[in-house]
């Protein structure tokens, strides 16, 4: 482990006066990622500024227009949340595939996603629910949409000095469904090789008015792929128009061959998960359609 100066703050203004007065800070919340990464030598902070005594940037709050999560909320809550697990189900179902539960007790959903890991896993699922980050620095907050958030392997939009504070979810009205699919070689502590979510919402005549199609492990960042959520919207969903989208979905995107996973197997399951995972997230809002009419 390389040495380093330790600083515990407890509000956002100090962390932020600690990180911009020193060179070289890393934020640490639950440290899954980041002391790996010191010990293994792929990061060397100098100052290393601990911001899990912030009291603001801890829980979650579900109104009728959003959700919002503190950064430093840990995954095993958002997976064991009954309100989320109500109204952002696609939020618990992430939360449960990431890592062992001792790792979600100690993971924060902020944490996660700032380490920036093409194969985050709550990555798809808050690009799917068009979340926003809440990013604070000394020049005051400025909200950046997720798929914005992600820059390349390891790399995000913070400047330095920044700190991710939160995350807001706009709520999803009507009849939805959702589903998070992820493939990996065991079912705990292993990283992804493709990870998919999908959000479907239906109208009255069962069409599609919004569709959200998002990926991770299979590009250099967690991403979107609009154009085969374009395809679906104003359309009832059948097979074929599953298939269409989901090839689109692996045409656009961008694998690499590694030694968990070769390109070419990873762009087939981004096809077969997303075929059926619109199947699925179409035949739940569709249930859910039935159920307002009866």
């Known amino acids: 482990m390389q040495s380093f100066d330790y600083q515990k703050v407890y509000s956002l ?49 579900i109104s009728e227009n959003a959700c919002s999560i503190g950064a430093l909320t840990t995954i095993r809550a958002l997976e064991t949340d009954p309100a989320v697990a109500e109204k952002v189900p696609l939020l618990a179902q992430a939360g449960s595939k990431l890592g062992s539960v001792q790792v979600r007790h100690r993971a924060t959903v902020g944490g996660n996603l700032c380490n920036a890991s093409p194969s985050a896993d709550m990555a798809p699922a808050l690009l799917a629910l068009d979340a926003r980050a809440m990013i604070f620095g000394k020049q005051g907050q400025r909200n950046v949409e997720l798929v914005d958030f992600f820059l390349g392997p390891g790399v995000t939009s913070l400047n330095n000095g920044e700190l991710l504070g939160g995350l807001e979810i706009p709520m999803t009205h009507g009849r939805c469904g959702s589903v998070y699919y992820k493939v990996s070689t065991r079912n705990a502590m292993d990283l992804a090789f493709v990870g998919v979510a999908v959000l479907i919402v239906v109208d009255d005549r069962e069409r599609i008015v919004k569709a959200r199609v998002a990926l991770g492990a299979v590009a250099p960042t967690p991403l979107r792929v609009p154009q085969a959520e374009k395809l679906l919207e104003g359309r009832v969903v059948n097979l074929e128009a599953a298939r269409e989208s989901a090839e689109l979905a692996a045409r656009y995107c961008d694998p690499i061959s590694d030694i968990r996973a070769s390109a070419e197997y990873r762009r087939e399951m981004v096809r077969a998960l997303c075929e059926k995972g619109l199947l699925a997230a179409y035949h739940q809002a569709k249930s859910a359609a039935e159920g307002d009419k009866r």
């Open 13 to 61: 203004q100090e962390a932020l006066e600690a990180a911009s007065s020193r060179e070289a800070s890393a934020f640490l919340a639950g440290g899954t990622d980041l002391l790996v990464q010191i010990k293994q030598g792929k990061k060397i902070p100098r100052h290393v500024v601990d911001v899990k005594g912030i009291r603001e940037m801890h829980g979650l709050t």
